[in-house]
């Protein structure tokens, strides 16, 4: 299984950013995608998950709505849609495969369960 995170890159607090999480037909019909993020000397932690059955998401607890899930068939891609980013986004963001998504509650531990990784992508908000 092969994950490709894109989208990445600097950006200013109060932007937004559209993250690219791409795959095989296949691996998206089959998996549920998760995404996660790591910031320096922190755990990864779940972020946000679709369901390859119905679309359905799943976020943190934690998360404001400033995150969004989506699939986009077209580009073949589960894209993660961040607003009014903060410098406490800054991490690397992570794709991943699970059998099934996590609930919220789950979303902090829900990493370990992890099927595949993509290699992540470096997301700097700053001013």
């Known amino acids: 299984v092969q994950l490709q995170a894109s989208g990445g890159g600097l950006a200013q607090p109060g932007g937004s950013l559209t993250l690219s999480c791409a795959a095989s037909e296949f691996t998206l019909g089959y998996y549920a995608i998760g995404w996660f993020r790591q910031a320096p000397g922190k755990e990864r932690e779940g972020l946000a998950c679709i369901s390859s059955s119905d679309d359905s998401t799943y976020y943190a607890e934690f998360l404001e709505d400033r995150f969004s899930i989506s699939r986009d068939r077209a580009n073949k891609a589960i894209n993660l849609q961040i607003d009014s980013l903060k410098e406490e986004d800054t991490a690397v963001y992570y794709c991943?495969?699970?059998?099934?998504?996590?609930?919220?509650?789950?979303?902090?531990?829900?990493?370990?369960?992890?099927?595949?990784w993509g290699q992540g992508t470096q997301v700097t908000v700053s001013s």
């Open positions: 991943a495969t699970f059998q099934y998504c996590f609930t919220p509650a789950q979303a902090p531990t829900f990493a370990r369960r992890a099927l595949s």
